[in-house]
């Protein structure tokens, strides 16, 4: 399902089993709940317990009814309330979706930004097509997401009258208290839930991310089933479990001096999988002045940007490779008689043969250069597949935080820049730093 | 045009002082032609000299000769062969032309990977629209592009025949040499020139990025003009330089233990010119085991994601700030009776407000966090004040690399993965390692 390489890892084998040791002491920490922030592992058995809830046809339901009459969806949502969607869309759906337009109803984000021209041009989209929004939001106050859910709600009721709109508007937030859920209850919304158990970055098995997938199309049952077997696996305390080497090998490169991963990936649709990949490390590991720094390049396409800088500058960094065994589609280089471009030698290869070959190349190239790769590899891009994938990372995740002795599932430094950026912006009960922070401009 | 602000970059006066002597010698090393890769300097004097070339009437050409009867445009090359393009037409379009489909013909990329579903999915937009390719690679021998090319060729001379297929290809080479230019002769297609003297990652004020911008429906006699009155403000060696402002305060943060350059926007669109600005640095500095190591973020997106890191996660990095002081479009926040978001409070503000507000506010969070920052501001987006913004980096960059002891000019690290590539593809003259390579996976 999700396999592991350590091959090219260049940890020492007794670092490797001193680290190996540690996982297993996570994993410990982890499952029987002894840890920082346990009371936030509702993640866990998400996926062996959703496909026996109601929560896959409370998503159905609402697919239902704008599968007929909704031409755009716009998602809003910031940070995990939308990046699990996004990352786990742009994987499965066509490059050229939103050109084609054969799909429907098409999936938009928002809220997911304070730009102006962004929201501008969201409006100038939605205004001549049939529109709804799911707002995703635990509190309801997030400032973005509320700034534009107050934008689109408005362009919504003026539009299709205040009755309509109570069909044209979904929320996903607590089940039982904050803004989001009350204005769901005193406007008629049809409201699903984010567990209080659960955190925003490992909340993709809940319909934070499942009810977006469903909209877009795709088979969330197979996405489920295949995180509930990659739960099955993560939950066995061996070496065989592919979480444990994945975080005991990126702990042990840590010791040894390395300060960025780079997750790299081989297929352009993986850019906002990336994404997901540092929201979920970077946040739970990133806190007391630890933790490695997750950065992300999409190649062949950076290694003819990056690649110099990954081969030859400060030597910082490992390599997570993410492997897609097989492409999916097949196009074979075909002869060309007058051989101008000098590729005959290709003919018979296909281009995903190509591709592999350049990430073993480069990954030799990388290793050689001094930066090690840990290889993460799935057989081909399925929803099943993909299920085991985002499960594997978010278990991974939790057992490598505890390795590295910090809690897996608080984001404490997010609220600094919310502190300063309501001040400044006159919310009422911030005035006191109003004043320090204009003379600090 | 564009404006560098340290106030927030924590360097001591005096190390500041030192690097700006520094600033002043590379300066000098750069104009005067003694330093490494001098030969490759004829970008500087790019912009005052293209507009009274016969340049932008080539692009012209092209356009329309296209403007009528094609709706897809495929750019064809690899790293700064569309990154450039890419980066200016993402700024400068409507988020949502493609769903839109106002504008005509519609740019998309083709042959900067080696994803066979990508690749497969271009063909499927493609088959049913009027399409044209726009090949750029100075060789013609890049494996990405000219994989590319031979399949979309084949596909443009199977629908059209070979002789309108003339007229749907063009191509973007070197003048004298290569596989591209000898096809382009044979073939008859119309092909522009990259200069000898300008690497691929400072030619975006060559055809390279000017007929895609053309192409694009954007005004590339304002970029250029941008960038020339760039090149004037650049050519004064003096403090009031921005490029060596900015040089002199990353090269002094460097010295001061900073590994990591964040470059930090607030604007979506500005994703595209991360990576442009990540290749330009990380290619023109990551060498000999140095440079700083650049990522980018999008926010306020990324707060809710990277934002943790950066307050609390190693303090390895710094950041610098792309400040755009008016957003081109203005979205009020309207009163609410209900007040359930609690946002009542900024009403009368726009969106664009709040978004300055939370750059300043996460400024001085992460300041406080110990995450230096340098703000470098353009008044707006405009084609202008973006081909000053493109300029100002790359004298920047060049200034900066001399100050470090490399060449800003060359990228021999690249070359490894394409060696190791070509010998597991069995490329003729790359037999020799093959057998120790393949042994090695």
């Not at 490797?16 to 346990?38: F, I, P, S, W």
């Not at 101008?340 to 591709?355: E, H, P, R, S, W």
Request: with cysteine.
């Amino acid at each position: 399902m999700v396999k592991v390489d350590i091959k090219h890892c260049a940890v020492p084998k007794p670092l490797m089993e001193e680290y190996l040791d540690k996982a297993e002491q996570a994993y410990d920490v982890l499952m029987e709940g002894t840890g920082a922030g346990a009371e936030n592992r509702g993640w866990i058995n998400l996926p062996s317990s959703t496909l026996d809830s109601d929560i896959l046809d409370q998503c159905y339901n609402v697919v239902q009814r704008w599968s007929k009459n909704i031409d755009v969806v716009v998602v809003i949502g910031i940070g995990a309330s939308y990046l699990g969607a996004k990352s786990i869309i742009n994987v499965l759906t066509h490059t050229f979706d939103m050109q084609l337009g054969k799909y429907r109803p098409q999936i938009i984000y928002a809220g997911h930004n304070l730009s102006e021209i962004y929201l501008a041009e969201v409006l100038e989209l939605i205004k001549e097509r049939s529109v709804a929004a799911l707002v995703i939001s635990k509190s309801g106050m997030t400032t973005e997401p509320a700034i534009a859910f107050r934008v689109i709600r408005r362009h919504i009721e003026d539009r299709y009258g205040k009755e309509e709109a109570r069909q044209r508007i979904v929320t996903i937030t607590d089940a039982h208290k904050g803004a989001l859920k009350t204005m769901s209850e005193e406007e008629g919304y049809t409201s699903l839930v984010v567990p209080d158990s659960v955190g925003g970055r490992y909340s993709i098995f809940t319909p934070v991310g499942l009810l977006p997938l469903a909209l877009s199309g795709h088979d969330v049952v197979d996405f489920v089933e295949g995180a509930r077997d990659m739960e099955k696996l993560c939950r066995i305390k061996d070496r065989t479990n592919p979480s444990m080497i994945y975080a005991a090998a990126r702990n042990a490169l840590y010791s040894m001096g390395k300060k960025i991963e780079i997750m790299t990936n081989y297929n352009p649709k993986f850019v906002y999988f990336s994404e997901w990949w540092k929201q979920l490390f970077g946040e739970s590991e990133g806190k007391e002045g630890k933790g490695l720094f997750p950065a992300s390049v999409t190649n062949t396409t950076d290694l003819h940007s990056m690649g110099q800088y990954i081969q030859d500058g400060e030597r910082l960094m490992f390599e997570t490779i993410l492997r897609i065994k097989h492409s999916n589609r097949r196009i074979e280089i075909q002869p060309d008689s007058a051989n101008l471009d000098n590729l005959n030698y290709l003919v018979g290869k296909t281009i995903g043969d190509c591709n592999l070959l350049a990430e073993a190349g480069a990954m030799l190239a990388h290793n050689e250069g001094g930066v090690p790769s840990i290889v993460v590899e799935i057989h081909n891009v399925t929803e099943y597949n993909m299920g085991a994938l985002y499960y594997f990372f978010e278990f991974a995740c939790a057992i490598s935080a505890y390795m590295l002795g910090v809690n897996p599932f608080d984001q404490l430094g997010v609220e600094s820049y919310k502190r300063n950026m309501f001040s400044l912006l006159g919310k009422p009960g911030y005035e006191a730093d109003h004043e320090r922070l204009l003379s600090n401009l």
